[in-house]
């Protein structure tokens, strides 16, 4: 299963992201993750078993998988994508 990462503060956010969505992991991540933040995709093997310790781990985001958007601006890119695709539709249609 994968999982989201991302720095915050002086540690690392975890996010699940709900797989049965229907959304990309890829798109979860943009969504989810704070504007302008990096982020990764790992698998559940690359995050420590022991969350006690959480809080001291540490991961590398000098070359990541991208950066979030942040929920606002996903939703309004969404948002642009269906009325364009309905803009389309009715251009079809006349």
Same mark, same amino acid.
């Given at each position: 299963? %994968?999982? =989201?990462?991302? +720095?915050?503060?002086? @540690? /690392?956010?975890? =996010? =699940?992201?709900?797989?049965?969505? @229907?959304? +990309?992991?890829?798109? *979860? #991540?943009? %969504?989810? /993750?704070?504007?302008?933040? +990096?982020?990764? *995709? /790992? $698998? $559940?093997?690359?995050?420590?078993?022991?969350?006690?310790?959480?809080?001291?781990?540490?991961?590398?985001?000098?070359? +990541?998988? @991208?950066?979030? *958007?942040?929920?606002? #601006?996903?939703?309004?890119?969404?948002?642009?994508?269906?009325?364009? #695709?309905?803009?389309?539709?009715?251009?079809? @249609? $006349?």
């Amino acid at each position: 299963m %994968k999982r =989201i990462i991302h +720095p915050l503060g002086n @540690g /690392v956010a975890v =996010i =699940i992201p709900f797989e049965q969505s @229907g959304i +990309p992991v890829e798109e *979860i #991540a943009r %969504k989810d /993750v704070p504007a302008g933040v +990096p982020y990764r *995709i /790992v $698998t $559940t093997a690359d995050i420590p078993e022991d969350r006690t310790q959480r809080d001291l781990w540490t991961a590398d985001f000098s070359q +990541p998988d @991208g950066h979030g *958007i942040g929920a606002a #601006a996903w939703r309004a890119e969404q948002e642009a994508i269906l009325a364009a #695709a309905h803009a389309e539709e009715i251009e079809e @249609g $006349t």
